[in-house]
């Protein structure tokens, strides 16, 4: 193993934060790592939202079906992508990992919330005030664990293949 692999493997989502607040610092570096993220013809179709404001997480977190820890996180990354370019969910998909494992390698927690396909998508829009033309992508609660529970994963045998597939 190394530090690279030991970070992804470390991760898991976190719903439950300690109060304190994530550095300017550290969300400026964790921005850049999602900004650097693989993108279709390097078109870079995101825009990320970074929401401090306790009131806004609170609005965002009413506003979903699943995130309502948002409103208990200090930090809240949202990803928006560009509707007019052909491979934003691709690409903002990647661009929302990498910030996940950003925030991982500073010891910060995060648990994605989907934000495509979901019927608070617009009024996320509508309440950030972010242009037509980007729609909901992810949303990205971030701090300091406050509790952690792991959930078991599959064995990598039962969801791996080589060469073909075969049921065997």
Known sequence: MNLGTTILKSRHSIRKYKPDPVTDLIIRDV???GHLAPTAKNEQPW??????SAEL????????DKGKFIADAPLCIAVFGD???K??????CAATENLIIALQAYG????WVTGEKKEYVEAVRTLLQVP?????????PAGYPADITLEPKKKLDDIT?????SEE
């Open 31 to 33: 921005l850049e790592c």
């Open 47 to 52: 825009l990320f939202g970074v929401i401090k």
């Open 57 to 64: 997480r609170k609005k965002i977190a009413d506003l979903t």
């Open 83 to 85: 509707k007019t370019a």
């Open 87 to 92: 491979y934003y969910l691709e690409d903002c």
């Open 108 to 111: 910060i927690g995060s648990c």
């Open 132 to 140: 037509d033309n980007y729609t909901l992508v992810s949303l990205i």
């Open 161 to 165: 293949f080589q060469d073909t597939y």
